[in-house]
């Protein structure tokens, strides 16, 4: 079919079978919507094409030539078998299924989508979630993703990007830290607290705080740096030190008693959401549209931050 199509166009195809099939160019034209000239015109560049005539005709009849015959048969397969194969793309683009490729950061990802994968799986039976959990930028386009969930400022890009939910980086300790410690009461005194500092974050070794109109840049220091903020959730809950961090990472620490805010009113610079960025077009694949309605529900369900 690659070699018929790449020597005649599908509206000759369809001019000829339309014509056999009325067994008239007048008709014929009614069927496909256009002049009957056009519909003759289309027939004539086809036999052209092919070197052959296909048809006979005489003013009040058009009947195929033996060669009309065998190739009109060869054709009307073919656009049955395209009519077909173009209905199967239409059904699988409009039932969610097929193999959806996820590319997740991975605290966030595990914190807060990794637990909605099974349901969304005994829903969608027919989706197939390859998960990929890595903290770095990856390519949507060339990596192959259908979706990738990214935490923080975007990137401009050609990307579509939808956000999911808002989120801030805030300041905490837990009680412990602050009875043996005391509270800061201004961002300069912080740098007289032990503080644990996320290497992996764009503004260290600073903490650059706004509150307001405000910003002020301090340098902690203290006696755990990591690249996890995991680990260092951790050890602020067990008293080290106080901990900048976002919000949907602490929340389940703070309404459990295990952190308060410290300076409550300031807050970290860098303007924050939760984005889901798919490959640029204007059709969005069903199985991917029905993955990001899904999540977002949930994430918003239980963002009380």
Not at 199 to 207: E, I, N, V
Request: glycine letters at 8%; aromatic letters at 8%.
């Amino acid at each position: 079919m690659q070699e018929l199509l790449g020597r005649v166009s599908l509206d000759e195809l369809s001019a000829f079978v339309a014509v056999v099939e009325a067994n008239s160019f007048t008709d014929a034209a009614k069927i496909i919507g256009r002049d009957a000239t056009i519909i003759s015109r289309r027939v004539g560049q086809l036999e052209d094409r092919l070197g052959v005539r296909l048809l006979s005709r005489t003013t009040r009849r058009v009947s195929l030539t033996e060669v009309g015959t065998l190739y009109y048969q060869r054709v009307r397969a073919l656009l049955d078998e395209l009519d077909s194969a173009s209905q199967e793309a239409s059904n699988f683009a409009a039932s969610p299924q097929g193999l959806l490729r996820v590319s997740l950061p991975v605290t966030f990802g595990r914190r807060w989508i990794a637990p909605l994968l099974p349901a969304f799986i005994a829903d969608h039976p027919k989706i197939r979630v390859d998960a990929r959990f890595a903290d770095r930028y990856v390519d949507v386009v060339a990596e192959g993703f259908d979706v990738a969930i990214r935490v923080g400022a975007l990137r401009d890009s050609s990307l579509v990007a939808r956000r999911i939910a808002p989120f801030r980086n805030l300041l905490f300790a837990a009680p412990a830290y602050i009875a043996a410690h005391g509270l800061p009461q201004a961002p300069e005194a912080l740098v007289d607290h032990a503080c644990l500092g996320f290497s992996s974050h764009s503004s260290w070794p600073d903490w650059v705080l706004k509150q307001g109109g405000q910003r002020k840049t301090v340098r902690p220091t203290g006696p755990l740096i990591a690249d996890s903020s995991e680990a260092l959730l951790q050890a602020a809950i067990e008293g080290v030190g106080i901990i900048l961090t976002p919000d949907w990472l602490a929340g389940s620490a703070v309404r459990n008693g295990e952190l308060v805010p410290v300076l409550p009113q300031w807050q970290g610079s860098e303007d924050g959401g939760i984005y889901a960025v798919m490959p640029p077009g204007r059709l969005v694949p069903t199985k991917t549209r029905v993955f990001v309605d899904e999540i977002t529900r949930a994430i918003q369900a239980g963002w009380d931050q």
